[in-house]
């Protein structure tokens, strides 16, 4: 189920130059279902200040509490409006082999540039099923394989890296492991991308890596642009990273979601099973904004710290 | 859940400035799954010889045979490799109201250009339960409604298309009563298009039709161009009759489906309900291709009569 | 994908004796989900008043406006919880021969005793299509055939029936052609059910039928159980008339819908494209169920005429 | 959307009675689908053999390989054929809120006894969200919370449990965090199931857990059934670890599908991602079967040792 049309055709190499691909955050209107004014708008201003690629529907953007035909239609949406200036990067996978065919399928055939592929989280499999797993859609297009063990539960260990690494199709590696991991990776030639924001200075500019992926940069897109192109820049790495420690003091997208209704570039509205966080910590993101200056922050309004009520949960939608 | 991105506007004006638009046909691989590669060919010839818009997922293309995700997929597949080209129209009815709005927001998030919506078939409902239906869609995007009672087994009055014409979205109507309901729309300013193709060019010459949403032009697309373009020119529509008669000697896109794979454009695949036409009906097709003449129709390969074992019916894709 | 429990062996034969079978009414929440509660009374009052076999997700139930997975779930609920004193059958029939195939198959796993099956309606087929189509799926177990042109665009004629009846699946046909009809199978030994109400009584006793499929009975579920097994009685028919043709002055379930709310035994909620008879017509009602008597309709509270804003409608759900 | 059909009332004492429950293997055809038939006869030898209850979904069923509508279908298909013999529990839990509600719904309605409720994996969430995800579902029916970090990446700590506890439907928790955490539990008066069949025996006769919710008595039920019923017993314990730790010598459900293979109770496909244990592994279950003696495992045939070619892996299903 292949297209071959001039639109269709990405090389893996294109892929291996992204710099600062940026885990885009999925907004939501009151009933739940998409806003896609809010995300048009999220973009924009990812392309305006220089983020090379997005991901659609990864763990950030909640792609786990999506519909598959959602998913797609994201994709799908990214790449006809947005996919001539910044690189279309689909969260394709899943831990049903059966699931991640389909989508990956489906994902190319709409125009993503590249596929993301996790390993089967929470039903795990073993080495060997790793790799008939990730078999099955590399064939299919430009691939990332992500490894995040403190969300799956599982390694993805070098040896399956370097065996997949054969096919023309990996573009590289978003891995999590920390930068030792990193450094054995691009001094073998394998392209990676930090999945860590408070370690991307140190791997993009210490160990080799091609650049981040990056949850922070939703926030101060300008910022990550210049940690990830403009040289090694301790201060401004130490500057950002009491925002990146608020940012992840939960389960990302928590604190993403609530600093993104904070600056009033999104509504106030979480899909369950996340949920806002707490008012002091709300409190906190308003001075951290005020330390590091309004201007390099996303929107125009002023940053509110929103009351309890302000937010809206959904479980159906 | 709308997109006010360039890329997604479009106006209904645009759509009713389309002459000729096939209801393009969807080839499948021998497991039941779409033949993008077919697909985009089959895309291209008409691209080439001149029709302006496309239906995907019509009753032609079996969009009743496919799930929404694929049929929203074929449809933000065809917006990438080739909205800027032709016009995409998706058929996104379905007598399921709640079907009908999910498919049609889908579809304009995907980027196609217009919707093209049926009554409730089957299920049917009152005319008030009608305009409820429709009106539930046409608020989204430039709209064509379909009226084919031999399918739905209830008309939609032309009370109704006239209720419906208040709204800015609707472009007009593909109608198959006949060209006395069709003269009774133009005379009211009403846009139409003509369902049956060997009325269109009596539709488009004589009763004010703007111009044919045509199953025919998937094997002839620059007959019908020069059909609807090219001034009254009743010889060549009494050349193309016995073609049609062909193709709709039993429900299409039986007829169609055949023909394009006996012209080798497609694999010789069918989902079922449908199945081929038998071997005397095959025979005739290919006097015909002969009296018409090959050059005129899709593809390069000599037309081919085929055995009945050539063709693979599925039923579980 | 079978199952030989016990709990799942049902024959043809079991179903062929099934006089009164109603097209059950599903009813809903104001947020359009099933309303189980209401279902379950329903159900009730049917085996109460001698219903031998219900249709999960008929027409008449709407089943064309349920996703698959909430059609399969009420058919397993329906039989989990009643299946022990009245027949289930699970409309399982789809213009999609995969659909078919697919909810045929999980239908009989969850136990339903036998399946009803329409032809392809609105995407049609050919003669030889058809029986494709119908061999697909009386392989599973016991079926019923239903023929209504009126819905379908296309009659089945008889020896697309005399073919299928060499199934030993066939336990019958729901017939909506009309008497003559009936009589044509019931004298080949084919098992029929009337399609129309207003028919029924003629059908089945003087014409063969076994009974009658039915949506009057829903409402006066006794009476239409004396009609079915009473003998002859022609003076029950007539007073019985009035009330089916009201019934059935719009498409069905709109009558229905409306008098089931009317009399206060489901939640006064339409899901799109059905909306409720208006105020003369329910008017009407309240008077039908005086003359007839409200003791013979479900329900014990007073019939009432009800505002157009008691009304609920949902598009999405 | 519930129903109070007696069939439908279940009370989480019931539950919280249950000592063995097997976390039922879900067998395939050669292409993918359910294998009902082999399906039907692994739970017959459950219920034969003693078990109390079983999980339909579980990890170890693979419902993360399972789309939502087999999945309730298959919770549906058991209670119809056996809810009358033995607890069927469906695991409903999902990683997004909605899922859980939507499943959870849908299982009740089919009658099953109580849902299994996982934390979301992957996409994790906040304490507080973890809250609200469960608070969602536990209105619905009896519920047991399952803990397994090593597949959620996320601990559930006591402080949830309690809390959640305060609920008449929370009949208990699968807690795999080991003995130490279950005594925590049980002290409180909380009931547990252990989540490892290494530990289960200790588990229940000294730390007051209720019994086990086992992957290995899909194998020897009537062992199983020992161990939980017959009291102390550290010599039939000594006598099944070895063939546990060979089960868990991978991800699960690898070892089970291997071993239900060898012994010629299920045909021997898996869905991907899992894969077969290699040979030399399957060398080593032939021996555990003979050292622990074939008659305690199920099935009649020999057990064999199977080629690599005789295994059937789907992607594709």
Redesign the interface.
């Known amino acids: 189920?292949?297209?071959?049309?001039?639109?269709?055709r990405t090389s893996a190499d294109d892929v291996t130059r992204l710099r600062l691909i940026t885990a885009i955050k999925t907004p939501y209107?009151p009933?739940?279902?998409?806003?896609?004014?809010a995300?048009?708008d999220l973009v924009n201003m990812q392309i305006i200040n220089g983020a090379d690629g997005i991901i659609v529907g990864g763990?950030t953007g909640?792609g786990?509490?999506m519909s598959?035909?959602?998913h797609?239609?994201?994709i799908?949406?990214t790449?006809?409006?947005?996919?001539g200036k910044v690189k279309v990067i689909g969260n394709t996978g899943s831990?049903?082999?059966?699931e991640a065919?389909?989508a990956t399928e489906?994902g190319f055939?709409?125009?993503m540039h590249a596929a993301l592929h996790?390993n089967?989280?929470?039903?795990?499999?073993?080495l060997?099923?790793?790799i008939?797993?990730f078999d099955?859609v590399l064939s299919m297009g430009p691939t990332i394989i992500y490894n995040v063990?403190?969300?799956?539960?599982?390694d993805i260990p070098p040896r399956v890296i370097l065996t997949l690494s054969r096919s023309a199709n990996l573009a590289g590696v978003k891995e999590c492991m920390g930068n030792d991991r990193i450094k054995q990776y691009t001094s073998n030639g394998i392209v990676v991308w930090s999945g860590n924001d408070d370690q991307c200075h140190d791997a993009r500019w210490g160990y080799g890596a091609t650049g981040v992926i990056s949850v922070t940069s939703n926030l101060v897109p300008g910022l990550m642009q210049e940690l990830m192109f403009g040289g090694r820049n301790p201060a401004l790495n130490a500057k950002l990273i009491p925002l990146m420690d608020w940012l992840f003091c939960?389960?990302n997208p928590?604190g993403l979601n609530t600093a993104l209704a904070q600056l009033g570039v999104i509504r106030p509205v979480f899909?369950?099973?996340?949920?806002p966080?707490?008012l002091q910590k709300r409190i906190e993101f308003v001075n951290l904004v005020k330390d590091i200056g309004r201007e390099h922050f996303v929107g125009e309004k002023d940053v509110e710290v929103l009351d309890d009520e302000d937010f809206i949960?959904v479980?159906?939608?």
């Open positions: 189920m292949r297209s071959f049309e001039v639109k269709n209107l009933d739940g279902r998409f806003d896609l004014e995300y048009d763990t909640e786990q509490l598959w035909d959602e797609i239609m994201l799908g949406h790449v006809n409006c947005f996919g831990n049903s082999t059966r065919i389909h489906q055939a709409v125009g996790i089967p989280y929470y039903g795990k499999t073993s060997e099923g790793l008939s797993h099955c063990p403190s969300r799956t539960g599982q939960e389960p928590i899909r369950l099973p996340y949920v966080l707490p949960l479980g159906r939608y």
